[in-house]
C-alpha cells in the first residue's frame, strides 16, 4: 500500500487506512529516533526544503532532523531572508525551489489554503505544516499517534479538547483524524473562541470543563494563541486561566489512566499548570520525541511513492 496523493495537505484529504500506514511506519521510525544510531539512507540523493511563513520549533526542527536522520539533503528556507522579502510570490518561490531539484517542500503559512496552492503549482510533494486557522495534519497525526501508543487504538475513546477552538488548527485536524478513525471528540472553549457549526465536523460542544473531562481517556489542552486573538475575545490570560485552564483537579474526573497532552508552545499557568504538564500523566515530551517519527514516516512514504 502507497499513500494516495504526492501531497499531505490535511486529515480531510487521507483515508483511515493511509493514516494507519503512517501510524505503522512511525513505530519503525521511532526505533531509529531512539536508537545512537541516527543514520539510515532511506532519502538518500533526496532533498527537503522547510518553507516557514510563521515562527516553529517543533515541527521545522523535527522534519530537519527527520530528514538529516535518513540522508535526505534538508535545507531550511529563512523566509525573512530570502527573496520573498523583495516580494516574490508563493508560486514563484515554490517554482524556483522545484527547479533546483526539490523533493519535498514543507511549508508553514498563515494563509489558510496556502500549500494547497503550492501543491498544485509545482513537481514537488507538499507538506502543510500548518495554514492559518485550517490544518495541521502533522502534529494530529503525532497526536494519534501518541494516543494510539499509549491505548493500543482509537475506537470509542473519549477525547476531550479544551481551549482556543476557534484559531486552532491542531484541534481542527484531530477533529477530523481522530472522528475518521472511531474516537469520539468533545470540546470546551470560551463562547467567543467556539466557532459556530464547528458540531458539524462530528465532535460534541460541551457546556462546561467538567463535562468535557468526565470519562475522557485523553485531555488535551491548546494553546491561546495571541498572534491570532485580533479582538479582545478573552477579557484577560488570567482570566482564562481561572475558567479554562486544566489542573489537577480536573483531572480527578477523567479515567485514571487519562493521557495529558498539548500540542505545544505551552503557556504555562494559562492553559495548564506545570504540575499538570510534568505529571506522570502527561505526555507532552512524548509527543514531540513522536513527531520526529511521525515525520520520518511522511517524507519516506512521499518520497517512496515515486519509487513505486
Ligand atoms: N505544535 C507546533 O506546531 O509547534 P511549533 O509551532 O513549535 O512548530
Not at 517554482?95 to 496556502?114: E, F, N
Amino acid at each position: 500500500m502507497k499513500l494516495r496523493s504526492k501531497d499531505i495537505l490535511g486529515l480531510e484529504y487521507l483515508e483511515p487506512d493511509e493514516m494507519s500506514l503512517i501510524l505503522d511506519m512511525a513505530s519503525d521510525m521511532k526505533k531509529i529516533v531512539q536508537s545512537n544510531m541516527k543514520r539510515v539512507n532511506y532519502l538518500q540523493g533526496r532533498s527537503v526544503m522547510t518553507l516557514f511563513y510563521e515562527n516553529s520549533t517543533r515541527t521545522r526542527v523535527s522534519f530537519e532532523l527527520a530528514a538529516k536522520y535518513m540522508g535526505a539533503n534538508a535545507v531550511n528556507i529563512s523566509v525573512s531572508s530570502s527573496s520573498v522579502a523583495k516580494g516574490e510570490n508563493l508560486i514563484d518561490t515554490g517554482r524556483t525551489l522545484d527547479v533546483m531539484g526539490t523533493d519535498i517542500v514543507v511549508m508553514r503559512h498563515s494563509q489558510p489554503g496556502a500549500p494547497h496552492l503550492l501543491a498544485k503549482n509545482i513537481r514537488a510533494s507538499v507538506i502543510n505544516a500548518g495554514d492559518g486557522m485550517h490544518e495541521h495534519p502533522t502534529q494530529a497525526l503525532l497526536d494519534m499517534y501518541t494516543i494510539r501508543e499509549a491505548k493500543g487504538g482509537f475506537e470509542g475513546l473519549k477525547v476531550a479538547i479544551i481551549g482556543d477552538i476557534m484559531h486552532s488548527r491542531v484541534a481542527r485536524s484531530n477533529i477530523i483524524g481522530l472522528g475518521k478513525m472511531g474516537a469520539n471528540v468533545y470540546i470546551y472553549a470560551p463562547a467567543t473562541l467556539m466557532p459556530v457549526g464547528i458540531e458539524k465536523m462530528g465532535c460534541h460542544i460541551c457546556s462546561s470543563l467538567q463535562e468535557a473531562v468526565n470519562g475522557a481517556d485523553v485531555v488535551m489542552g491548546l494553546r491561546i494563541q495571541k498572534e491570532r486573538l485580533k479582538k479582545a475575545l478573552i477579557p484577560s490570560t488570567e482570566e482564562y486561566a481561572r475558567f479554562f485552564g486544566l489542573d489537577l483537579r480536573h483531572l480527578a474526573g477523567a479515567k485514571k489512566d487519562a493521557l495529558v497532552m498539548h500540542p505545544g508552545p505551552v503557556n504555562r499557568g494559562v492553559e495548564m499548570t506545570s504540575l499538570l504538564i510534568d505529571s506522570d500523566q502527561s505526555k507532552i515530551t512524548e509527543q514531540v520525541t513522536n513527531g520526529v517519527a511521525i515525520r520520518m514516516a511522511l517524507l519516506y512514504l512521499l518520497a517512496g511513492r515515486e519509487e513505486n
